[in-house]
Structures are given as structure tokens and as C-alpha cells.
């Protein structure tokens, strides 16, 4: 009966392992055959090195050079937002807050993960975009700047949650031996702590990067929609999630060229978030094999 149950748990843990396989099987053959398809009418040059991308004017060109801009200039800003604040919270987490304190003040951080990003996206257009216009004179409604905060804002427990588990694991030992030496908190913290668990530190900024790349609501509603080649965050610009946003409303008529370019963005955003990934778990593997 023992032996029985072990069968069906192991089973059903194949069967789960097999789901989310076969399910990443599914999305990429989904956006290669899509994609093949948009490809065959329009040049993988032209859509690599075209810096107009107008698939639903007139004047048609496919570059997704501006997408990609847009893209990158809101996450970087994103990331220069939540990679000092997060990491700076994690250090006071895991070297200076009280147990009590830190048990508390944790979870509440990681709610600001819960919250729905489209509330994110209102609070950028409504509140960070009226402050910043105070501010710099002449600014938009829509910014790659207020969108790129508030995303930094929303991937901050990101960062902070997992830089704090990376700090936490190291070996009790490791600090000891650093008060021990007469190093203070501060030294310990910044030239010791953070330096050993710099892989887990790495890999939870690349995998905020790689989940402000592919944010949604927030580039939709405070970013705008203008796929133009800028790196002025002043300018309002479109996030290639936000153009498959735009295209999937339903006024672009199903199997159309204009349509099928919803799957060539899609395939050049998992391409990104692909490779971000793995770069990840390449940083993670080595340094572990480092330290072994």
C-alpha cells in the first residue's frame, strides 16, 4: 500500500513537470510558426534594423528598433530605481533590523508584489506624473520617466526579498569572523556580506530586469504609445508589451500581416527574457561552483 502511494505521488509529480514542459513546447511553437509566417513577407534585416515601426499607418515599416528602445530605456530606469533601495533594504533586513522587526516589516514589503500593476499604472499617471511635470518643466502626460519609477517601485520586493535570502544564508561564521577581526557592522555588511552573497544579489537584479521587460499595464497607461528611437526619458514611448496590448483590442483584423506582427514582437521579447534567464542561472552555477 506504501509502495502504492509513492507511485501515484510520483506520478503526479512527472505529470506537473510534464505540464509546464509541454506548456513552454506549446508558447514557443506558437510564436516560431506565427512568426515564420510574418517573416516570410517582410525582411528579418528590416525588422532588425528599421528604426520606424508603423505596421497600422499607411507608410508601413516594420523596425522594431523603437519597441526595443522604449522597452529598455523604461526597465533601466526601473532597475536604477529599485536595485539601490532594494538592495539597501535587504542589507538593513538581514545586518541591522531585530528579528522581530524584520519578521514583521518583510511580509509587508512583499504585499506591494500583490498589488494588481494596472492600480500601478493609475498611480503613475495620476500621482508620479503631476509631481514629476512640478518638477521638470514641459514634461508629458506620457513618460518613459514616471512609468520606469513606478515600475522600480513595484520590483523592489523583488530585489530586496531575494538579495535578503542570499545575505541570510551565509554562514553564521562568516560574520563572526569579521567583528572578530574588529570590523564594524558597516564594514562587515558592505565589504563582507555583500561581496560573499553577491551571486544571489546578481541574480535577483537580472530577474527584476527580466520582469520589468516583460511588465504590461504600467507602459500601457503612463508610458504612452509612441514607437519612436529615443533614449530621453522625457519622451512618451511604446514598450513592445504595450503594442501587443494595443494590436489584441480587436481593431486589427485576425491573420493579417498588422496582426501576425503582435507574434514577431512576442518571439523577440522571449528571446530577451530567454537569455536574461539563463544568464541568471549561469551566474548562480558558477559561483556556487566557486565557493564549493
Known sequence: MRKTKEKIIEALLSFSGLITILTTIGIIWV??????SFFREVSLIDFLTDTEWTPLFTQKHYG???????????TMIAVMVAMPIGLSIAIYLSDYAHRKFRDTVKPMLEVLAAVPTVVYGFFALTVVTPFLQNIIPGLGSFNALSAGIVMGIMIIPMVSSLSEDALRALPKSLREASFGMGATRFQTAFKVAVPAASSGIVVSIILAFARAIGETMIVAIAAGQQPILTMD???????????IVQVSLGDVQHGSLEYKTIFAAGITLFVFTFILNNISFWVKKRYQEKYE
Request: proline content about 7%.
Open 31 to 36: 510564436l516560431a510558426s506565427e512568426s515564420f
Open 64 to 74: 522594431i528598433l523603437p519597441l526595443l528602445s522604449g522597452t529598455f530605456l523604461v
Open 233 to 243: 526619458p522625457r519622451d512618451a514611448v511604446e514598450t513592445i508589451t504595450a503594442y
